[in-house]
């Protein structure tokens, strides 16, 4: 199995099997700079540059960008020590927004409800909780409204919109727990009416991909913008220089066309010739976890898929191996199911009767994605 880190090694492997275009899915390899070494070798990859993928990689590098393209965020200030962090807080009320500032698998996000639950989170983060990541810590302004996340792709220059979805991060059903990497989602996001998907293409995605390449690091793939959409309109939350997950799996299983084509079109800078297009459909996805996760997943537990992709579903797979020929757990996300329907409420209803024909004792979900639109539907 080739390692990411060894750009030498991925080098090699394409060049002897004639490899066309490399997508660079997670975030870790594209911080790693994957992608330069991929294109110094003139091997075409779909994903950001090193210098570009600080995007995700620095909480501080894009709210700095925002402050220098006035991109709408909320206020912040860039910590490197416990005692300047905690003398922060002075400058913001409750509740506190804390991020580690690296890569901390969308988990290095806490919100503190009291200054002393922040200040007990802050001495948990410099004392090592996110490892490197939380070197530096980014306190932000605390942001009301709803979420949602809007994707697009560039080549540098051009840009196209490519969906919307949201999804729902905390491990417990009504929102609850801690933050995850996601617990499932679902595309589109009726909240992200076309008149604000507009501003957010002039407001934040076209002032970022415009600020990078003046700067001398243009951005090459897919952008994720996470947003609050507030009483003043969409403010940027954080990017993301990948695709997500679960956001991936539901914007998939509405892409029309090929998706291979559009990345390489992509990487070769011929964006301008692709022309995006999405069902009207909406698509819903529910991840089963292993027990444990957000901490210490129980890894090791048997999966049966039966027959939960009969009616048109799909089950991805995020965090599964075979042993002796038998599916089991390797992760904490483990399967994302997935279905499709006329509206979020019967995408759901569709989603959960396949789920309900998995077997994974082991496993857990919320049995309550996308609830408040469901609720806005009824």
């Known amino acids: ?18 490899i066309a275009l490399v997508v660079i899915g997670p975030e870790a390899p594209l911080v790693d700079g994957l992608a330069d070494s991929l294109r110094a070798a003139n091997i075409p990859a779909f994903g950001p540059s090193q210098a570009a993928a ?19 965020t909320g206020g912040y200030v860039r910590t490197t020590s416990l005692d300047e962090a905690v003398a922060a807080l002075d400058g913001f009320t409750a509740p506190f927004v804390l991020k580690a500032d690296g890569l901390a698998a969308g988990k290095g996000v806490v919100i503190a409800a009291e200054r002393s639950e922040a200040e007990a989170a802050l001495t948990d983060m410099f004392g090592g909780q996110f490892g490197e990541a939380s070197a530096e810590v980014v306190i932000e302004e605390f942001l009301a409204g709803e979420e949602a996340s809007f994707f697009a792709l560039t080549d540098g220059t051009h840009v196209i919109p490519f969906g919307t979805a949201q999804d729902h991060k905390q491990v417990g059903e009504g929102d609850i727990g801690p933050n995850t990497g996601g617990m499932g989602a679902y595309s589109p996001a009726p909240v992200l009416k076309p008149e604000l998907q507009a501003r957010v293409l002039a407001e934040i995605i076209q002032p970022t991909v415009d600020t990078m390449r003046a700067e001398g690091m243009p951005y090459s793939g897919v952008l994720y913008a996470g947003l609050m959409l507030t009483a003043t309109g969409p403010q ?36 301008a010739s692709v022309d995006a297009s999405f069902a009207d459909e909406t698509a819903l996805t529910v991840v089963m976890a292993a027990k444990g996760y957000p901490g210490t997943p129980e890894k090791g537990g048997a999966i049966g898929l039966g027959d939960a992709e009969v009616s048109g579903a799909k089950v ?42 998995v077997d994974f004792a082991s496993g857990f979900c919320r049995r309550d994605i996308g609830w408040k639109e469901v609720a806005r539907e009824g």
């Open 316 to 357: 991805f797979h995020a965090g599964t191996k075979l042993v002796d020929g038998a599916l089991v757990a390797n992760g904490g996300r483990v399967l994302n199911v997935t279905a499709n329907g006329r509206n979020v409420t019967e995408a759901k209803a569709a989603a959960y009767e396949a789920l309900d024909k």
């Open 1 to 18: 199995m080739l390692d990411a880190g060894d750009h030498g090694a991925v080098v090699a492997f394409c060049e002897a099997h004639d």
């Open 54 to 72: 600080q995007l995700e990689g620095s909480k501080g590098f894009t709210k700095d960008l925002c402050t220098r393209a006035d991109i709408p």
């Open 236 to 271: 940027l939350i954080e990017y993301n220089a990948r695709f997500g997950d679960p956001e991936c799996q539901v914007l998939m299983m509405r892409l029309q066309g090929d998706l291979a084509s559009i990345m390489l079109a992509c990487a070769k800078g011929e964006l």
